[in-house]
């Protein structure tokens, strides 16, 4: 190869939605022994391609969805995620998860490690967590962007103690998610779907027993352009299509990018391809129209998020083998 190309993403949509469906009716009926799906959908896109190859793989009457917003959800997610429900023709429950949230001191936790860094902190403001560093070729720093009512901006560095109890706090949402999941896949006979793309997975950009849990994850090998790629070729709704790839987490309005990736999607899909196939780092960056350094940093900063989220991908460790298991 001479020159990275942007072709170097594109697949057969039809054919891969066709192995796709076949590979979750296989996995649903024979290796899992359940009736249907569930899938949690947030008017994202890659959970509504989920969805939609699981009725595709299933139909719609096997295929149970949930939306569940709390207080710092998009409106306009919960709308799209209905619009994709009637779409899909498939039975839909909303379950507010605010009130669990407060019970278990999520937003309270939360709200006191940003006090920590900007004590005029409190009713009224909005917040988000930024990265920067790791893609300039720079130790990682989180930074606390927070709005107070009037509209004006303040942005704090935060301390690693208060990073990660804002981060744990907030991941409290990713996990009351996946207990409802699992409620109604046990009710229901049915597996859990996981949503993630293939970034998403290789970086470890999901919660460990949150979003991170599930049955099966039918999109986990599809880079995120290609996810978008498939919304439309599955003829899914143009307000899905067009959704554009945030967090959904934070009260202010966080691009994945900003909080994690450190490169909009596109670029980032085409940075893991080129790395995952030898591509030099002078040919991402002629690519992306970037300096070569910087992609350098872009790989290594992918190589580091590799090494740091590993334990996320682990199953439990047993301190002595139970061979019995391994056999049954």
Same mark, same amino acid.
């Given at each position: ?8 993403l ?90 669990a ?13 940003v ?41 704090r ?19 009351? #998610?996946? $207990?409802?999941? %699992?409620? &109604?896949a046990?009710?229901?006979?049915? +597996?859990? /779907? =996981? ?30 352009s ?72 872009v ?6 998020? #590799?090494? $740091?989220?590993? %334990?996320? &991908? ?5 301190? +002595?083998? /139970? =061979? ?5």
């Amino acid at each position: 190869m001479t020159a990275l190309d942007w072709n170097v993403l594109d697949i057969d949509y039809e054919q891969e939605a066709d192995r796709i469906a076949q590979r979750l009716r296989d996995i649903t009926a024979r290796e899992l022994h359940r009736r249907g799906l569930v899938v949690a959908i947030s008017g994202g896109i890659d959970s509504s391609v989920s969805a939609a190859l699981a009725v595709r793989a299933l139909g719609p009457e096997r295929v149970f969805t949930l939306i569940l917003p709390e207080r710092d959800s998009s409106d306009d997610s919960a709308a799209r995620a209905t619009i994709l429900a009637q779409h899909l023709g498939v039975r839909t429950e909303t379950v507010d998860i605010a009130p669990a949230l407060a019970a278990i001191g999520c937003y309270r936790a939360r709200d006191a490690a940003v006090r920590t860094a900007l004590p005029e902190y409190g009713d009224g403001w909005k917040m988000k967590i930024v990265i920067d560093g790791g893609t300039q070729g720079r130790i990682n720093r989180f930074r606390l962007i927070a709005e107070a009512p009037d509209g004006t901006r303040h942005e704090r560095d935060l301390g690693l103690g208060e990073y990660l109890t804002i981060v744990a706090a907030t991941n409290f949402k990713q996990r009351i #998610r996946k $207990t409802l999941e %699992y409620f &109604h896949a046990d009710r229901l006979n049915y +597996a859990v /779907v =996981g949503t993630p793309n293939r970034v998403e997975y290789d970086q470890g950009f999901f919660v460990k027993n949150g979003d991170g849990s599930a049955d099966v994850k039918p999109i986990a090998h599809l880079y995120k352009s290609q996810v978008y790629g498939m919304a439309r070729h599955l003829g899914l709704p143009e307000r899905v299509c067009d959704a554009q790839p945030t967090t959904d987490t934070y009260s202010l309005s966080q691009g994945q990018d900003e909080f994690y990736y450190g490169l909009p999607h596109r670029q980032m899909d085409l940075a893991l391809w080129a790395l995952n196939h030898d591509v030099p780092a002078a040919q991402l960056a002629g690519a992306l129209q970037i300096s070569e350094l910087h992609a350098q940093a872009v790989y290594d900063d992918i190589h580091n998020k #590799r090494r $740091t989220t590993r %334990y996320l &991908h682990r199953a439990p460790v047993l301190v +002595a083998e /139970v =061979g019995e298991l391994a056999h049954a």
